[in-house]
T-cell receptor, first 119, second 118 residues
């Protein structure tokens, strides 16, 4: 089955440690995204990548880093610089609509999420 | 920057009541519009989407939404809700980012929790 796999489902981190969240997709999508979900705040974009070896900061990128070495994979590292890392993290992917006006379907598919808790 | 506003944080309805959840966005150019639903303990799922054409779109489970371009709105409706519709609903807009051609951003609203009382 095609889809997006995030691992682990639950993650605990000690203060001061970096931790990496995994996101893999087999949908052959070009674009991948990381969102953070907090109660009452909806989904806020951390980073996104539209092609391999390229990524852009979203609205709340501080304290996070990403890489996109393969089309299928978009890992997110939560660094010790992130002041409030406890949250639910969602990875998504979509077709990249290209450089013209949005005409192609750009529906995003989401993974099951990773709940990160700093202890 | 693009923004998406959902008017209600928490809506409580009895079964069989009608539902309308408001969504407004700020971007003036071409947009794709979505409603996603997150049932308790589950991942986000697409409810319906609008890309072009008929502004009244129908989705799964009896939901529909109407795109009103002049009002920058994409409100979600259902004539008669069921207890199983209890979930959090997110409106999302895909639009061109302020910087860079060909650069797109999928922006979400803060979500509306729907509680349906049997």
């Amino acid at each position: 089955d095609g889809g997006i796999t995030q691992s682990p489902k639950y993650l605990f981190r000690k203060e001061g440690q970096n931790v990496t969240l995994s996101c893999e997709q087999n949908l052959n999508h070009d674009a991948m995204y990381w969102y953070r979900q907090d109660p009452g705040q909806g989904l806020r974009l951390i980073y996104y990548s539209q092609i391999v070896n390229d990524f852009q900061k979203g609205d709340i990128a501080e304290g996070y880093s990403v890489s996109r070495e393969k089309k299928e994979s978009f890992p997110l590292t939560v660094t010790s610089a992130q002041k409030n890392p406890t949250a639910f993290y969602l990875c998504a992917s979509s077709l990249y609509p290209g450089t013209g006006e949005i005409e192609l379907g750009t529906e995003a598919f989401f993974g099951q999420g990773t709940r990160l808790t700093v202890v | 920057a693009q923004s998406v506003s959902q008017h209600n944080h928490h809506v409580i309805l009895s079964e069989a009541a009608s539902l309308e959840l408001g969504c407004n966005y700020s971007y003036g150019g071409t947009v794709n519009l979505f409603w996603y639903v997150q049932y308790p303990g589950q991942h986000l799922q697409l409810l319906l989407k609008y890309f072009s054409g008929d502004p009244l779109v129908k989705g799964i489970k009896g939901f529909e939404a109407e795109f009103i371009k002049s009002k920058f709105s994409f409100n979600l409706r259902k004539p008669s809700v069921q207890w199983s519709d209890t979930a959090e609903y997110f409106c999302a807009v895909n639009s061109r980012r302020d910087s860079g051609a060909g650069s797109y951003q999928l922006t979400f609203g803060k979500g509306t929790k729907l509680s349906v009382i049997p």
